[in-house]
């Protein structure tokens, strides 16, 4: 293995760690910096700050080895060849992404490295941010010292590791040609697409491919709402457009709408780069819109069936905004659970990871205030006046229906992730709505 040493900045954040840990079972050595002084704690100590399938022993062999370690001080990546930048971009209250912590932890990298290095920024960037930076270097006289390199990457929760291991492309752009060669031959296994490119076209691609992802959720639940009126099935619509390699098969099903940390604030820090250049981008605006409707025709679903919800019980399976992942940022679930509580219902919900330790419950009851959390999807089921199911996780698709209608006050189950099949929940007695069937 080459000696190259890997830096991490941000190296406690989703990205940054499963970078970190990844790289390192590849045999690199890593030096993970992360400000973060309590999480790096943890980390000390082999905890984890979040659940992602496989990381956790992943950390313990790679720290246990050597190769990977942790610091809270910056200098200690003094003599890293390639570091990568996974500081958060967050939405600011306009919808651009606050790239002023990355902006700054680059600049910092660059007063302490010794050179010649690579700055990869990972993290999601508006267009031109990576060129601004190296401006900025080049005027403080540290160009020589660190190249800035635009280095997206697609990893999604709850797959990131397999996402890491096995990229759908890889993609560098920037200006000094060896440190773009060096930033794309790090990882980049057989047969994967390499595109080295301009800071720009890097920058864009990810803000593309985000769209382009939360687009085809915005468009199956539209027709998931026409499919309902029509006694059509999503799903079945959904396979049969899905099989046209145009349009491709994944990524289709219909249902609460999508959530997480990651396509929102992207979508918004897209659309005000179309705001800033005085482009109008009203299709993207419209994904947004459709998305933000689409969990609430869910409590209407309720409401349609149990009228005013006030004083209703209703059980709510699923917080975490998608299966895998403990993760509750921008689910759906948040929105919903409000709504219902707003309207004066008491809620009760399960959720396997997002609620699974007392931590985690605390943090809950902070955000959703009024919630109370059950232990098992039968507790949330039980007594209540209807049930939504929120998360597809795959235990609540092993849920035994019967059981489910003898916990239930009122048989009436709101599919937000269509798990069941409605024929079969209806011949059983269940008032059954699911998403677009
Ligand atoms: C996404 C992108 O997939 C990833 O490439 C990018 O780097 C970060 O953003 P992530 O947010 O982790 O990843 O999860 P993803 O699997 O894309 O799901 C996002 C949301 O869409 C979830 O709420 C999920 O439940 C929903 N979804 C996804 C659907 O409603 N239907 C689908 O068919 C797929």
């Known amino acids: 293995m080459t000696e190259i040493l890997l830096g991490i900045i941000g190296g406690c954040g989703h990205i940054g760690l499963i970078h970190a840990a990844c790289l390192a079972s590849l045999g690199y050595t890593v030096v993970a910096y992360d400000s973060n002084t309590a999480a790096l704690k943890n980390l000390a100590k082999g905890i984890a700050p979040f659940y992602e399938p496989g990381l ?3 950390l313990h062999k790679t720290t246990a080895s050597g190769v990977l370690t942790f610091t ?12 990568y930048v996974c500081v958060g971009t967050p939405s600011l209250a306009d919808g651009r992404a606050d790239t002023g912590p990355l902006e700054s932890a680059v600049q910092e990298l660059a007063g302490v490295v010794a050179g010649p290095a ?76 390499v595109i080295t490119t ?20 915005s468009l199956i639940n539209e027709i998931a709402a026409l499919c309902e009126q029509a ?20 990524y289709l099903e219909a249902g609460a709408g999508f959530g997480g940390p990651c396509l929102e ?33 869910l409590v209407q679903k309720l409401s349609e069936k149990l009228g005013s919800l006030e004083g209703k019980k209703i059980g709510v399976l699923g917080l975490a905004f998608k299966p895998g992942t403990d993760d509750v ?23 396997p990871a997002a609620g699974a330790s007392p931590v985690k419950r605390d943090r809950l009851q902070a955000v959703l205030p009024g919630l109370t959390l059950a232990s ?16 597809a996780w795959p235990e609540y698709k092993k849920l035994d229906p019967e059981k489910l209608k003898h916990c239930l006050a009122v048989p009436l189950i709101v599919d937000g992730r269509n798990l069941f099949d409605p024929a079969q929940m209806r011949a059983l007695g269940i008032d059954y709505r699911g998403v677009g069937r």
């Open 265 to 297: 604030k992207d979508l918004r820090a897209l659309i005000s780069q179309f705001d800033r250049a005085a482009l109008p981008a009203p299709l993207l605006e419209a994904v947004l819109a459709v998305n933000r409707r689409q969990c609430y025709r």
């Open 376 to 391: 098992s999807p039968y507790e949330a089921a039980a007594g209540k006046d209807g049930l939504l199911i929120l998360t």
């Open 72 to 83: 809270g001080r910056i200098n200690e990546l003094h003599r890293a060849g390639l570091v």
């Open 329 to 351: 940022r921008g689910s759906p679930s948040l929105p919903v659970i409000r709504r219902l509580l707003a309207l004066g219902a008491l809620v009760a919900a399960h959720d």
């Open 198 to 217: 301009t800071w720009e076209n890097a920058e864009l691609i990810k803000y593309a491919a985000n769209a382009f992802l939360a687009a085809k959720l």
């Open 231 to 250: 006694g059509a099935d999503i799903r079945l619509v959904g396979r049969g457009t899905g099989l046209d390699p145009r349009i491709g098969a994944s």
């Open 56 to 58: 956790q022993e992943l």
């Open 118 to 193: 690579v700055a990869a920024i990972k993290s999601t960037v508006p267009v031109g941010t990576a060129r601004k930076i190296s401006r900025r270097l080049a005027a403080s006289g540290l160009a020589k010292k660190l190249a800035v390199v635009s280095n997206p990457e697609f990893l999604a929760e709850g797959t990131g590791i397999s996402d890491f291991l096995n990229p759908s492309r890889v993609i560098a752009g920037g200006e000094d040609a060896a440190a773009v060669k060096r930033a794309a031959s790090i990882y980049a296994p057989p047969g994967v697409p």
